[in-house]
């Protein structure tokens, strides 16, 4: 357990977040002083705090000497021409919440960081200087597997519904790519560089997916695919929780909640008479409600935990909305009384 030393500081910052504190928390392994919330090593990353601190050519950096005030406009880019004069050797950063956080002694982002010049090594990510093209196209695949094998049944081939699967499996896959382009789109709202990359621990939870979608297709049942996450929009910038995190995280939730709604919509238009077409719509919608459910889930690096920290209300509210389409739908899929999707 490393030791931590309390002290009383008038407007003390927060080396993890920047902002100011009157009482602030003395990290015993890197020496910096932290707010309760980032006080313990595992909440500031301290092994790579320790590891940006020992690159520093300038000693005072490792007391805490950087000017917090300095701007973005006010430091210079990284570029071929012009290298970073603090920089020995390819920067290292890991990563939280599933974004790539920058120190803010290195608060500014090197030009065309996910190019190979730009002297970042990504840890997490397979194949990060691949074009997203590549990791895009990769991810979907492995997504569009796990949906197939998911909703893969016999009765539904005997019945001639076949195309079902395909369905299914195709709008499992955009509800989990437009969640991700709900991010990316934000994010370069912003200014923020930002791609999808395959992520090391994504495509471990991918694997178990895999698995999960093989039982299901053993035991010849129809139920909803395995949850994965071959990879994820990587944003570099976002530093801290506040406004710009906040939205960045929730957007994609809410494109699974719109994209969801739109579908769940448009399951009602279809004739009874198309049976079980609107039925099958109303499974995709269900899918949507349930990848943005679980991504609201406020652990770990899935987005609820920020969008909880950045702004309580918008999370319940959200979340709130999420169930009760969710709820809504699973009850006109399973509960034959009453389901609006039935021939009567």
């Known amino acids: 357990m490393e030791k931590e030393f309390w002290r009383t500081i008038e407007m003390e910052k927060c080396y993890h977040c920047g902002e100011l504190f009157s009482q602030t928390f003395r990290c015993d392994k890197c020496g910096q ?17 320790r590891e940006s601190l020992n690159m520093q050519d300038n000693p005072s950096h490792q007391h805490g000497g950087f000017n917090y005030e300095d701007s973005y406009a006010q430091r210079p880019q990284w570029t071929e021409q012009t290298p970073s004069p603090n920089r020995r050797g390819p920067e290292r950063r890991g990563t939280t ?41 990769v991810g979907a695949t492995l997504i569009f597997i796990i949906g197939f094998i998911g909703f893969y049944n016999e009765q539904l081939i005997e019945l001639d519904l076949t195309w079902s699967i395909f369905m299914l499996a195709g709008f499992y ?4 790519l437009f969640h991700e382009f709900g991010h990316r789109q934000v994010a370069k709202h912003f200014g923020l560089q930002t791609k999808f990359r395959l992520l090391t ?15 299901s297709l053993l035991l010849n049942t129809v139920a909803l695919p395995s949850l994965a996450l071959p990879g994820a929009v990587v944003v570099l910038g976002l530093d801290k929780i506040n406004r710009q995190t906040g939205l960045t995280k929730i957007a994609g939730p809410t494109v699974n909640l719109f994209y969801g709604f739109i579908l769940l919509i448009i399951s009602f238009l279809i004739p009874t008479a198309l049976y079980p077409l609107n039925l099958f719509m109303g499974y995709a919608a269900a899918l949507n409600f349930i990848l943005g459910g679980f991504n609201l889930i406020p652990l770990g690096i899935l987005d609820g935990k920020n969008i909880l920290q950045w702004n309580k209300g918008a999370y319940f509210l959200i979340t709130l909305w999420m169930v009760i389409f969710l709820v809504f739908t699973l009850l ?10 039935i021939p009567r």
């Open 33 to 49: 002083e932290y707010c309760n919330r980032h006080k313990d090593p595992i909440d500031h990353e301290c092994n790579l705090v």
């Open 97 to 137: 919440d599933g974004s790539f956080t920058w120190y803010r002694e290195q608060r500014y982002v090197p030009e065309n960081a996910f190019d190979p010049d730009s002297g970042i090594e990504f840890k997490g990510i397979l194949f990060p200087y691949k074009s997203e093209a590549l990791h895009l196209l």
């Open 173 to 176: 896959t955009t509800a989990f």
């Open 332 to 341: 006109n899929i399973y509960i034959v009384e009453i389901s609006l999707y």
């Open 201 to 215: 621990f994504g495509m471990i939870i991918t694997v178990i997916g895999l698995v999960m979608g093989i039982f």
